[in-house]
């Protein structure tokens, strides 16, 4: 299985354009320290990729991949389509930036088209441009993704909805999932985990065989966001389980199986945005790393 690293930033990137942290000033001041919205791509085989959250930074990111670059004809591209987690904004934006393509593949829970269809209208907006083409995500067994190598599976995460769809009716509750991937070819498994509100048994089961995991970083400690002065909140107030302190998440990945553990989804406030910080350090020695953008992960 091969796979793309998009994007590892939570909701605004690295610098957000509104924000005069320190994180987002050192981004400004060096180029090699901006971050793009999480993202990853996944190889379907036959040269085809689906792109897991289509960000805001969409168009950037496949510009800066040379193995999504379109080609040899003219509208060819090896975009199969995209495979949404949740339906937040800074996942789903990028929807509309793709299109120009003749018609655009989509796979996702039933709450989460639910809310792009009847919050965001991406149908409607969408229909005279590209018509949108609906693939449930399967969360009750893993099913093969067009019949190819890959099998998926959504793992329920939380009923955490964005706040445009708080009235929505939706047929299913998988508001938030992780995105199990395996390659029957040899059995490599990757869990995609950018928005984890809580830690439930089913992520534990997802996670016992993964060769590679992405897990939700978006802040140090819980009280990051109260310290950093945008919001009265804590981490976990604000629907994201902290890397340290009570109920953290750093032991949790330590003690998993997988070669590669990794932190994505980090917030412009989070320190770990600063390469040199120690905390980078305290990853190490517990064999994990926060995510690197354009990096290529082979299994």
């Not at 942290?21 to 379907?44: K, Q, Y």
């Not at 509309?96 to 919050?119: C, F, K, N, W, Y």
């Not at 047929?171 to 990757?190: I, N, Q, S, T």
């Not at 985990?193 to 939700?216: E, H, M, S, T, Y």
Request: neutral net charge.
């Amino acid at each position: 299985m091969r796979l793309l690293t998009l994007g590892t930033a939570a909701g605004g990137g690295v610098p957000q354009w509104n924000c005069a942290c320190p994180g987002c000033a050192a981004a400004r001041a060096e180029p090699a320290l901006r971050r793009r919205h999480a993202s990853i791509a996944v190889e379907a085989g036959g040269g085809r990729w689906y792109v897991v959250n289509a960000t805001p930074d969409i168009g950037e990111q496949i510009e800066e991949c040379a193995a999504l670059h379109p080609g040899p004809g003219r509208r060819d591209t090896p975009v199969a389509g995209v495979i949404l987690t949740d339906a937040e904004l800074d996942h789903t934006l990028g929807v509309p930036r793709l299109r120009e393509a003749s018609g655009l593949r989509i796979v996702a829970t039933g709450a989460v088209r639910a809310a792009l269809s009847g919050g965001l209208r991406l149908d409607r907006v969408l229909a005279p441009y590209a018509g949108l083409s609906w693939t449930a995500l399967p969360v009750r067994r893993p099913e093969a993704l067009d019949g190819g190598p890959l099998e998926i599976q959504g793992i329920r995460i939380s009923g955490k909805r964005p706040r445009y769809a708080a009235d929505l009716e939706a047929e299913d509750d998988a508001w938030v999932v992780a995105l199990r991937v395996r390659d029957r070819r040899d059995g490599k498994v990757l869990v995609y985990a950018p928005c984890l509100a809580g830690w439930p048994a089913g992520l534990d089961d997802a996670l016992r065989d993964a060769d590679c995991v992405f897990v939700d970083g978006t802040f140090w400690d819980d009280e990051e966001p109260r310290r950093a002065g945008f919001t009265e909140r804590t981490a976990t107030g604000m629907g994201h389980l902290p890397i340290t302190g009570p109920g953290g998440t750093i032991d949790r990945l330590a003690a998993l199986p997988a070669a590669r553990r990794l932190y994505t989804h980090l917030n412009n406030t989070n320190r770990l945005v600063d390469p040199g910080d120690a905390g980078h350090r305290r990853l190490a020695a517990a064999g994990i790393e926060a995510a690197r953008e354009g990096a290529v992960i082979e299994l």
